[in-house]
């Protein structure tokens, strides 16, 4: 019985240490992907305020209280 208890724990540590060695790839891919997502949200241009486009410039159907 100790034996078996023995194997299962070596089985066990080699499992851990894999997943171990896969969590470390995956925080590297996840930081990469946030440095990527961020130098895109630089590069695209403020949005203007909804103050500065004219009703109707943006294609939305005009207010009820325009309308009458």
Known sequence: M???LRRENAQL???N???VVENI???RRLGEAHYRV???LE???ALESAAA???GADGAAP???DAQ
């Open 53 to 55: 486009v004219p009703d």
């Open 63 to 65: 207010d009820v209280k």
């Open 2 to 4: 100790t034996h078996a």
């Open 25 to 27: 790839a995956f925080q």
């Open 13 to 15: 540590r080699q499992a």
């Open 43 to 45: 590069k695209i241009p």
């Open 38 to 40: 961020t130098a895109l």
């Open 17 to 19: 240490s894999a997943l």
